[in-house]
Antibody
Framework: EVQLVESGGGLVQPGGSLRLSCAASGFTFNSFWMSWVRQAPGEGLEWVALIKYDGVERYYVDSVKGRFTITRDNAKNSLNLQLNSLTAEDTAVYYC??????????WGQGTLVTVSS | DIQMTQSPSSVSASVGDRVTITCRASQGISTWLAWYQQKPGKAPKLLIYSASNLQSGVPSRFSGSGSGTDFTLTISSLQPEDFATYYCQQGNILPLTFGGGTKVEIK
């Protein structure tokens, strides 16, 4: 059974940084593209970042380019998202998900990031 | 970026009703369209990928159709567990973009 467990969320001040992690199990992690999707409180879904199975290709939504970095450690079955220069607009639940057939297939439970002074 | 427009934004329906949700892309996306279901406080769940392919484990009362710019999600006979918010998402061109959501409520 696919399991994705996010961690690392919390309260951070504007301009601060946070590192999110996603522990993967139950599938061959190094064969799958992975993505991060976020959802602001009471709002819809927004794709954030995508990484190829080998980590070579990475893609971001424009609003986070230069501030967020997606990485993966295939030896540890781990996906990460480094969030820098955070603003209130980054407040959201962040989900990691497998990316198959150009869709987010399996999802974690999410981790909440709150940016506030 | 490709804009995804869902309609209606909400629908009230009864158990047993047939419900249809539409999603329109601002430009052609072939069949790179996915549908998700989300219940309050939970992660989204993939229902349909590539416009019409049912994800494993999803009940057959859910179906998807369309290509190009116009797509449809149909629930043939609404069940109590189907009351939720539904999102479409295009996968043709990055950035991946989602529709605004359709909330299916109890009538």
């Amino acid at each position: 059974e696919v399991q994705l467990v996010e961690s690392g969320g919390g309260l951070v001040q504007p301009g601060g940084s946070l590192r999110l992690s996603c522990a993967a199990s139950g599938f061959t992690f190094n064969s799958f593209w992975m993505s991060w999707v976020r959802q602001a409180p009471g709002e819809g879904l927004e794709w954030v970042a995508l990484i190829k199975y080998d980590g070579v290709e990475r893609y971001y939504v424009d609003s986070v380019k230069g501030r967020f970095t997606i990485t993966r450690d295939n030896a540890k079955n781990s996906l990460n998202l480094q969030l820098n220069s955070l603003t209130a607009e980054d407040t959201a639940v962040y989900y990691c998900a497998t990316y198959v057939h150009r869709a987010s297939d399996s999802w974690g439970q999410g981790t909440l990031v709150t940016v506030s002074s | 970026d490709i804009q995804m427009t869902q309609s209606p934004s909400s629908v009230s329906a009864s158990v047993g009703d047939r419900v249809t949700i539409t999603c329109r892309a601002s430009q052609g996306i072939s069949t790179w369209l996915a549908w998700y279901q989300q219940k309050p406080g939970k992660a989204p769940k993939l229902l349909i990928y590539s416009a019409s392919n049912l994800q494993s484990g999803v009940p057959s009362r859910f179906s998807g159709s369309g290509s190009g710019t116009d797509f449809t999600l149909t629930i043939s006979s609404l069940q109590p567990e189907d009351f939720a918010t539904y999102y479409c998402q295009q996968g043709n061109i990055l950035p991946l973009t989602f529709g605004g959501g359709t909330k299916v409520e109890i009538k």
